[in-house]
């Protein structure tokens, strides 16, 4: 009986816990999206990235389903902060709230330029990367 009580309370919290862990923020670079390599990002290529259609249809300005780079590029301007990933507040990206975003220890090595372990501002401003 203990057992199905268990099982009964692992079923109840199981839907929040996998909703909590979606509103991780995640990121990915337009140019790991854009995996046809024609500098633009379709909304089929942004899907598999894991882009949510909301935060697609924000960036697609002119509304024609894909991304240019000039969208990218606006939409960075206004919305790359690295706060929303610094899970502990210290003003930069660790390997390891890097990879809970998404990012694969290459990209961190091509952004860490300083090789000190972390991501600043001023390197993650360097990259193209797009955060939701």
Do not use: C, H
Not at 42 to 47: D, F, L, S
Not at 64 to 89: F, L, M
Not at 94 to 110: H, L, N, Y
Request: aromatic share 8%; hydrophobic share 35%.
């Amino acid at each position: 009986m203990k057992f199905l009580n268990y099982l009964f309370i692992a079923a109840a919290i199981l839907p929040g816990i996998s909703q909590a862990q979606s509103t991780a923020p995640k990121a990915a670079s337009f140019s790991s999206m854009d995996t046809n390599k024609d500098q633009i990002v379709t909304k089929e290529e942004a899907q598999k990235a894991g882009m949510p259609d909301a935060v697609f249809k924000k960036i697609d300005k002119d509304g024609n389903n894909q991304i240019t780079s000039t969208e990218s590029n606006a939409y960075r301007a206004q919305n790359n902060s690295i706060d929303a990933i610094d899970s502990d507040k210290d003003k930069k990206i660790s390997r390891d709230e890097a990879v809970k975003m998404g990012m694969t220890a290459q990209e961190f090595r091509i952004l860490d330029k300083d090789n000190s372990g972390y991501i600043t501002q001023k390197e993650w401003d360097t990259g193209d990367w797009i955060i939701w």
